[in-house]
């Protein structure tokens, strides 16, 4: 079922000999640095590799770019988080500041967690929050955000929904 | 993820997300266990989707509560919606790392953007649905065409959109104050101090503020939305439309609002001093040479024009 829906790599080694060129004087307009834009341009179609696209591509540098958008925000994001965590770090008493390997990991599972909070409502955020990482309960969570513990249920579930989906669906 | 594991049904996934609702949030009876446990046996793949959810959910539980919720609290502050990336980025830029984003004067949403102008640019294009679209100075928008609708973002600066009748899609603008839902209008967005700047000038738009019911703009109408969803006529000192055919066209301006107008268009500081700001501006003028509207203006007020620098110019009594 993988193998169908995403493009053979003899039609990637295609799209790469006739558009890589212009997607890196693409990124570089965006970018403004010829290196960086090399190495995005090549995460584009990594990317592209595992990307789950029906062959052949109608519209194929607009699919390119979008890929290579994806990757821009992307890097971004994790200089936000990178950066959130350093001054996070400041308020943490000595002892409780992770090893330099732990940190790699934990900052990993917080980009994935924060791309889902991004996608969930304020209080789905809250509750799968809540549950995660501080551990309450159904019937805690319910009587702290003062709604059922269906709606509680259907949150939790929804943010699971979620992680899962960009920890294996996407892109 | 290895290609040989085989991936586990949408349906499965979800009922396995159920299960982990129930056991590790609640408080399981013996009963509902015993049919997790059936659930589990039923099939190879309810197995799979179990072990990927509840490593999903132990990985997020082994992180450290306290440092975790801050760093999320950190990008939560500046958070990232389809709306709002362009904003943290933006913020991002000041913080170093991120040298290279910084080159660009207009920041990174004119870098990111589908189409952008740089200070004193104009450009006019058209949408692939055969929609009129100008963007003025210093502006960034996003164009998104789907079997749905026609969507323009507009991520800073003024736009103007003639929107093409002649497609059945109804054609959506969203911006930082509120979105508008639209089919046959030729209608003129402008983000400023105050909010967003809405004018109409064919067919009608609906304006969804953030937080006020729909409302109904006919042509003719000009109205200010400010960012908490309030709306009025919106009094002007010109024709909103000027830029569009490459002009400042203003009726009885004060010359501070009009320094801020024409600063606009040009790179640098353009500096009003106080005992000259109500004096009264009148005129139409051509956008395409800001310095030529300087010189009118000296010769047609009491007033003095300072170079600094070329990009530092002050507006004192003459």
């Known amino acids: ?171 | 993820m290895p290609s040989s594991d085989r991936a586990p049904a949408q349906a499965q996934v979800d009922q396995a997300i159920e299960w982990l609702v129930k056991l590790r949030f609640d408080t399981p009876s013996p009963a509902t266990e015993q049919q997790f446990q059936q659930w589990l046996a039923r099939h190879p793949l309810n197995a799979q989707a179990w072990q990927r959810v509840s490593n999903l959910s132990d990985e997020l539980a082994g992180l450290p509560t306290e440092l975790s919720r801050r760093t999320l609290n950190g990008t939560q502050r500046q958070r990232i919606n389809r709306r709002d990336h362009l904003k943290l980025l933006a913020v991002l830029a000041v913080g170093g790392g991120l040298g290279w984003a910084m080159r660009e004067p207009l920041g990174l949403p004119a870098l990111m953007a589908d189409s952008s102008t740089g200070t004193g640019e104009r450009r006019r294009l058209q949408g692939s649905d055969g929609s009129q679209i100008q963007l003025n100075t210093a502006t960034a928008i996003d164009l998104r065409f789907s079997a749905e609708q026609r969507e323009l973002i507009l991520l800073r600066g003024e736009v103007s959109l003639a929107s093409n009748p002649g497609d059945n899609r109804p054609f959506r603008i969203t911006t930082g104050v509120g979105a508008l839902g639209t089919h046959d209008a030729q209608l003129l967005l402008r983000e400023n101090d105050q909010g967003l700047l809405l004018a109409v000038r064919s067919g009608e738009a609906t304006l969804f503020p953030s937080s006020a019911s729909p409302r109904l703009v006919h042509a003719g109408e000009t109205l200010q939305v400010s960012p908490s969803g309030q709306y009025q006529p919106a009094t002007l000192h010109g024709d909103p439309w000027g830029w569009t055919d490459g002009v400042l066209s203003v009726q009885q301006m004060p010359l501070a609002e009009f320094c801020t107008e024409l600063a606009r268009y040009r790179p640098g500081l353009l500096r009003c001093a106080p005992e000259v700001a109500e004096l009264k501006v009148s005129g139409t003028y051509q956008l395409g040479d800001t310095e030529q509207i300087l010189r009118l203006l000296a010769r047609s007020l009491p007033v003095r024009i300072d170079y600094r620098t070329r990009y530092w110019v002050s507006i004192g009594a003459a």
């Open chain 1, 1 to 171: 079922m993988q193998i169908n829906d995403t493009l053979k790599p003899a039609e990637v080694a295609l799209l790469y000999q006739s558009h890589n060129a212009w997607l890196r004087g693409w990124l570089r307009s965006r970018v403004g640095c010829q290196e960086h834009a090399a190495d995005l341009a090549q995460d584009t179609f990594v990317r592209l590799l595992r990307a789950r696209q029906v062959s052949p591509l109608r519209e194929p540098r607009a699919y390119l770019s979008s890929i290579a958008r994806g990757l821009m925000i992307d890097q971004f994001r994790r200089h936000a988080l990178e950066r959130a965590y350093q001054e996070s770090l400041a308020h943490l008493p000595e002892g409780e500041v992770p090893s330099e390997e732990h940190r790699l990991v934990i900052l990993d599972s917080l980009e994935r967690l924060d791309r889902a909070l991004h996608q969930l409502k304020p209080r789905a955020r809250q509750a799968f929050l809540l549950a995660q990482l501080d551990g309450l309960s159904i019937p805690q969570i319910a009587l702290r955000l003062e709604v059922s513990r269906a709606t509680v249920e259907r949150d939790l579930a929804k943010a699971l929904g979620v992680c899962y989906r960009l920890r294996y669906a996407e892109l």
